[in-house]
């Protein structure tokens, strides 16, 4: 079977996935870093995407990210603290209040930590795989 027999041009589909590596993408954006250079910052003002990369110029703006990097967070979240708060009180039976107070500046630390995190890494996904205009070569 030749590439001409596909249903798809497999050819061109294997040289996008090679000159924009996921993971190489989607670890500069967990740095929130430009996905295309790695050194330039993705975000500012906390977790607005930048129009461009200030360092390689790269078109950012095509991302979608919307509530996805919310969404992710919440389930992080409350995959690592729920276990957490069901050893902790079990194991040492604290006072309440105490376990509430501890565990609500946990949980908006560890959101606040991830938020911004996982929407690099969803916007370096999208230009990874040049979704929403990623691809194109307008700019
Ligand atoms: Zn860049």
Redesign the pocket.
């Known amino acids: 079977m030749t590439t001409t027999d596909l249903p798809f041009d497999a050819a061109t589909q294997t040289d996008l996935q090679d000159d924009r590596p996921l993971r190489q993408a989607m670890l500069r954006g967990w740095r929130r870093k430009?996905p295309?250079?790695?050194?330039?910052p993705m975000l500012h003002s906390y977790l607005k995407v930048r129009e461009h990369?200030p360092?390689?110029?790269?078109a950012l703006h095509h991302h979608r990210a919307d509530d996805g990097p919310a969404y992710l967070t919440i389930v992080v979240v409350g995959k690592l603290l729920t276990p957490l708060i069901f050893y902790i009180f079990v194991k040492f039976r604290p006072e309440p209040l105490v376990m509430a107070a501890a565990f609500s500046i946990a949980a908006v630390a560890l959101s606040l930590y991830l938020l911004p995190r996982l929407k690099g890494m969803l916007v370096a996904i999208q230009w990874s795989r040049r979704m929403h205009g990623f691809g194109s070569s307008a700019d």
Request: glycine share 18%.
């Open positions: 430009c295309a250079c790695g050194s330039g990369c360092v390689c110029d790269e």
